[in-house]
Nanobody, 126 residues
Framework: QVQLVESGGGLVQAGGSLRLSCAAS???????????MGWFRQAPGKEREFVAA????????YYADSVKGRFTISRDNPKNMAYLQMNSLKPEDTAVYYC????????????????WGQGTQVTVSS
């Protein structure tokens, strides 16, 4: 069974921080290092949008302009984990955050990712 499970979401005040985690499990994700990872988010009434992506080994990272300088994507391949450190959060960051995985190189579109988690809610109050 292939699974991506996000955690770490919650309610935080504007200016605060959260760290999201994404745990990958299942035979398909072996080795985890053969998958690029992405984080996406979807706010109510809006389309799912790209947040950040990281290459197989973690040497390359990509960010949406809206989060550049505030969010950091990382991964720990031996632990089959990906992370999204979110600092200086703003109310407009409120959304359900999803992690995604694909064997192809890291990309910024939802169509590029084969595997998805169920999402974790992030709410930023003003």
């Amino acid at each position: 069974q292939v699974q991506l499970v996000e955690s770490g979401g919650g309610l935080v005040q504007a200016g605060g921080s959260l760290r999201l985690s994404c745990a990958a499990s299942g035979r398909t994700f072996s080795p985890f290092s053969s998958y690029s990872m992405g984080w996406f988010r979807q706010a109510p009434g809006k389309e799912r949008e790209f947040v950040a992506a990281i290459s197989w080994g973690g040497g390359s990272t990509y960010y949406a302009d809206s989060v550049k300088g505030r969010f950091t994507i990382s991964r720990d391949n031996p632990k089959n984990m990906a992370y999204l450190q979110m600092n200086s959060l703003k109310p407009e960051d409120t959304a359900v955050y999803y992690c995604a995985a694909d064997r192809d190189f890291a990309q910024a579109t939802t169509k590029a990712y084969e595997y998805w988690g169920q999402g974790t809610q992030v709410t930023v109050s003003s």
